[in-house]
């Protein structure tokens, strides 16, 4: 659990929106931290800053988006101009079920 606090605390405290979304995205796209775990932990924590900026960006990672330029594709093209959702990459998954 320390890990996952410290990633949302350190989401929580970067001077910029995208620098606090790439942290996330790193933490997740290295599998330091389950998003699941993470958004439990966003949840749990009263008044956190930027918290809806959280929970979106972990919704985003967990619909497939990992680069922070992926990120910044969904925020700064696809919903501002409403345009659909792009279908995102998901893991795969080997015979031994491994991803």
Known sequence: M?????????RCVKPTDRGAAAILSAGAQQRLARVADLAL????????????????????????SQAISELDFLRLVVRPFGLP????????RDRRGRS
């Open 41 to 64: 932990v966003a949840h749990r924590i009263e008044n956190l800053r930027r918290g809806q900026l959280i929970i979106q960006t972990l919704g985003d990672i967990a619909g497939g």
């Open 2 to 10: 320390v890990l996952r606090d410290s990633t949302t605390s350190v």
């Open 85 to 92: 959702e792009p279908s995102r990459q998901s893991a795969r």
